[in-house]
Structure formats: C-alpha cells, structure tokens
Nanobody
Framework: QVQLVESGGGLVQAGDSLRLSCASS????????MGWFRQAPGKEREFVAA????????TYADSVKGRFTIAGDNAKRTVWLQMNSLVPEDSATYYC????????????????????WGQGTQVTVSS
C-alpha cells in the first residue's frame, strides 16, 4: 500500500502562487508514475498534471498549461505542483496519485489508471 501525503494548500488571492507537495515513504517510489488531480464541490475529479516515473515526460490539462508545473525527485520520494497565476476556477481539493508502471517515459492523465491516492489538500483562490 503506497501512502501519499499532500501539503501546501491554502487560501490565496487571484494571481498568487502556491506549491503543493506530495510525499511518500514508499521505498519503490521510483517505480511509480505520478499525477495531480483536483475536485471542486459538485464536480467530478479532473486531471491537472502528470509526470512519468523517470521524470522526463509531463502532461498538463489545457486549463493549467503555462501556469502549473509538475516536478518530482525520486530520491526525496516527492512530487511537487507549482501553481502560478492562480484564478478562482483553480479552487478545489487537490489530490496526488501514484500508478505502478513498467514504462519509464509515460505520464498518465486518466485518473482510472491510478491505484493509490492521497487524502487531498484544499486550495482556495479568492477573486
């Protein structure tokens, strides 16, 4: 069972930045592709960003391209989501997820691909 712990959420104003972290104690962390997803009240969980297990491939939702950056460090067993130029529509609970995969260079955008999820961290952007 892979445990994921998100942190870094909070209440910010439009235009501000936040950096979310997802930490794991899993010793085989480098065998997992990672992703960030978000869910706003009354809405379905949606893809935000993903990174391959070797860190060389990333993919983003159109709504966050150019504003958000996903990065990871297998030695630290941590993935980050740098969020810049935040807008109220970014308000949601953000979840980190892990997918065990054989493939080193694939970043997965489908939440159904992921088998392990964190508890989430709340991001609220005021206008």
């Amino acid at each position: 069972q892979v445990q994921l712990v998100e942190s870094g959420g909070g209440l910010v104003q439009a235009g501000d930045s936040l950096r979310l972290s997802c930490a794991s104690s899993e010793r085989t962390f480098n065998t997992y592709a990672m992703g960030w997803f978000r869910q706003a009240p009354g809405k379905e969980r949606e893809f935000v960003a993903a990174i391959s297990k070797n860190g060389r491939s990333t993919t983003y939702a159109d709504s966050v391209k150019g504003r958000f950056t996903i990065a990871g460090d297998n030695a630290k067993r941590t993935v980050w989501l740098q969020m810049n130029s935040l807008v109220p529509e970014d308000s949601a609970t953000y979840y980190c997820a892990a997918k065990s995969t054989y493939f080193t260079g694939i970043a997965y955008g489908n939440p159904m691909e992921y088998g392990f999820w964190g508890q989430g961290t709340q991001v609220t952007v005021s206008s």
